[in-house]
């Protein structure tokens, strides 16, 4: 396993994060529990959950799951960078939702209970708040890092501008601010490189891509398909996004057939060449899947690859940064 550090901070997180969403629904707690060793075999340090997740208002049934596991003893905790969320509704109240200090430091609370855990090691504001003042979520999540109980704080679907509302506020009371942003990112959504990514390089955060296989379309979906195995990209909504992309998904699993790589993945191998990127957050459903995504680790692009996949899946407009990838 490779390590790097996230963002500007001196913590090691592995260049894959485990994400957890899938325990509870559709992963089954032994089994959620099997990943996660052998996450740790793998040396994947780095655990990605919210309190949402499970799906059941207010329950944090997949964090209630990571806490059993962690329970186990076994340094399962202490091996662990470990990262939950804070923002989407947790009850019928009003207040049981959102980022005021009231709800972030009740939310803590109840994510470290069900997480059996005196500490999350990074704490994601799952979405900005559009209505709540920064001087009070950084009252909040100061008093939680002075109680220990927080070390560092992330956001998520951020846009440029909000990394730096937030920095610019976190500044002014000598506060480190967000190290980390999660943002969807990958070969068929890019459009985090015209502003977040360049924010979070300015100001010190690492990226972390979820939904980096775009729900599966990018994972073999056409041969799976052709084989007669259930394809995760054949169904729902990503069954349209593969109506719209066939042609291009078509040559994608061609290249990747060349390459003699799956394309799952050169799809995370792709996200681990790009700048600003900490780790893309893999899902896996099983234990077959968790070992396969350690392929991507040993792909190696080379510059002609990745003008091909340019080619395929062109960023917006002149590719980069803004205003240059829309402007002279």
């Known amino acids: 396993m490779e390590y790097t550090n996230l963002g500007r901070t001196g913590l090691s997180v592995s260049r894959l994060c ?32 919210a309190n949402v997740y499970g799906w059941q208002l207010g329950e944090g049934i997949t964090e209630q799951i990571i806490g059993r596991w962690f329970a186990q003893g076994g340094g399962r905790r202490d091996k662990v960078v470990l990262a939950t969320k804070v923002y989407g509704k947790m009850g019928d109240w009003p207040n049981d939702q959102g980022l005021s200090a009231r709800h972030i430091i009740r939310a803590c609370e109840e994510s470290l209970r069900r997480l059996q855990t005196d500490t999350i090691d990074l704490y994601q504001m799952h979405h900005v708040s559009r209505t709540t003042p920064w001087e009070e979520i950084w009252q909040a999540m100061e008093t939680l890092v002075a109680q220990g109980k927080v070390i560092y704080v992330g956001s998520s679907n951020f846009a440029g501008w909000h990394i730096a509302q937030a920095q610019a506020a976190a500044g002014r009371r000598n506060f480190l601010g967000l190290v980390a942003d999660q943002s969807i990112y990958n070969l068929l959504t890019r459009h985090v490189e015209l502003e977040v990514i360049p924010a979070a390089q300015h100001y010190g955060l690492g990226i972390i891509p979820w939904s980096p296989l775009h729900g599966g379309l990018l994972a073999g979906v056409l041969r799976k398909m052709a084989e007669g195995g259930a394809a995760r990209g054949a169904s729902g909504r990503a069954a349209d996004a593969l109506a719209e992309h066939r042609p291009t998904i078509e040559a994608y699993e061609k290249l990747c057939a060349d390459l003699g790589h799956d394309p799952a993945d050169v799809a995370l191998a792709w996200l681990l060449s790009r700048p600003g990127v900490t780790a893309p957050i893999i899902g896996p459903r099983t234990l077959d899947q968790l070992d396969r995504t350690l392929g991507a680790l040993e792909v190696d692009l080379d510059e002609a690859t990745l003008k091909r996949l340019d080619d395929l899946f062109p960023p917006i407009g002149n590719g980069g940064p803004g205003p240059e990838a829309w402007a002279w």
């Open 18 to 49: 485990l994400g957890t969403m899938n325990f509870g629904p559709q992963t089954t707690e032994p089994d959620s529990f099997a990943i996660m060793d052998r996450a740790l075999e793998h040396g994947i340090n780095f655990f990605d959950t």
